[in-house]
């Protein structure tokens, strides 16, 4: 029996683990005899390590240049975090590899691809290594190691820019962005007609990410002032902004409005809208693209996603709007001539789409375990 390692992250957002399940998800279904362990990079490092790991959403998103310019100086110098890193999971990766046994090793975090395979190389061990992308566009110089079997791209975009650091073409496998099952029903055919065009409320979605987004109640707000729409709102892990939303905005809008916490079940939020405003999310974005729902991007991260909003507008899979209180007038554009510009997006999404990609990667990572043998 071949086993697989795969070296994640707990704490850096929902992206990595989403990846990581998706990818469980299929080995274990199509490929049951596969060994199949899913360790958090973070933990490898002992404290130090694993409160880096930590303070990632809290830096991200409350201090947002810090982090861009933490990200600039890994990317300007990735030698440096590598050879840290490495240090700091020998120990404990090797514990791992031990314990484990794996014929691949697979990181979808960009600190665990050139860090691991120094470890390897200083203790002879023949294990190969292929990472997962886990950006569209933007990608770190982390990623960028020719000692890896192959290194798997979500996009064009993000082969392009291992292309320009060195990497042979050979080594690049394009294969589409991993999603879970429950975010790709059997779509054949987008609909003809939109029953929000006829006068319907549009039912709106706020996706604010796992760590709560204060922008959300003013969007909320601007769009239930000034749209004929229905409003669901999923506050994450934000207690306190759930509470002062249910308090401030429930009673002014009843009906229209409905408040969530942190869920599971985020796929049938977004199957029951018609429209998803998001930050620039790489698996949000895809998600949503695979259950065809149109999006509005009103912003991303500093660093990783910075490129994102031109993704999605180059490839037409939604609009971006930057600008929270032009959201009504944005929306009021898609919905003219009975909605063209909604079923523009919705051609597009599934067009790009691509269901079977978590299937196709997980037998590409299986065949490479398998070949080690």
Not at 18 to 45: A, C, M, N, W
Not at 141 to 156: E, G, Q, S
Not at 283 to 302: A, D, F, Q, R
Not at 309 to 319: A, D, N, Q
């Amino acid at each position: 029996m071949s086993k697989i390692l795969l070296i994640s992250s707990e704490n850096t957002g929902h992206g990595h683990k989403s990846i990581t399940e998706s990818l469980r998800e299929q080995i274990i279904k199509i490929y049951p005899h596969t060994g199949f362990e899913v360790i958090d990079g973070f933990s490898l490092g002992g404290s130090i390590s694993h409160i880096m790991g930590k303070i990632y959403n809290p830096v991200a998103v409350n201090l947002p240049l810090l982090w861009k310019l933490s990200y600039q100086f890994v990317n300007i110098f990735p030698s440096l975090l590598i050879f840290m890193t490495q240090l700091n999971i020998k120990k404990d990766l090797l514990k791992n590899i031990r314990k484990v046994k794996p014929d691949l090793i697979v990181p979808v975090h960009p600190a665990f691809v050139g860090s691991v395979i120094n470890v390897l190389e200083q203790e002879k061990i023949a294990i190969p290594v292929i990472p997962f992308i886990a950006d569209l566009d933007n990608v770190s110089n982390l990623w960028a190691d020719a000692r890896c079997k192959y290194i798997i791209c979500p996009t064009n975009e993000a082969k392009e820019s291992m292309l320009r650091r060195g990497i042979p073409s050979s080594k690049l496998k394009v294969m589409g962005f991993p999603i879970r099952d429950k975010f790709c029903p059997l779509i054949s055919s987008i609909p003809e007609s939109l029953d929000f065009t006829k006068g319907n409320r549009i039912r709106i979605l706020l996706m604010s990410g796992s760590q709560g987004n204060k922008q959300i109640y003013r969007i909320a707000k601007i769009l239930l002032e000034n749209l004929n729409c229905h409003v669901t709102i999923l506050a994450g892990n934000n207690k306190v902004l759930e509470k002062f939303m249910n308090k401030t905005l429930k009673p002014c809008f009843e009906d229209n409005i409905k408040i969530c916490g942190f869920t599971s079940d985020v796929d049938l939020y977004m199957e029951n809208s018609d429209l998803l405003i998001v930050r620039a999310s790489p698996n949000v974005l895809m998600e949503s693209v695979n259950l065809c729902k149109p999006v509005i991007v009103t912003g991303s991260l500093m660093g990783q996603e910075e490129k994102n909003p031109r993704f999605v507008e180059s490839h037409k899979l939604g609009v971006v709007c930057k600008d929270i209180y032009k959201l009504p007038d944005v929306i009021g554009r898609l919905l003219l001539d009975n909605g063209k510009g909604f079923m523009d997006i919705l051609k597009s999404q599934f067009s790009y789409r691509e269901p079977d990609s978590a299937r196709n990667i997980s037998e590409l990572l299986v065949n490479a375990a398998e070949g080690t043998k």
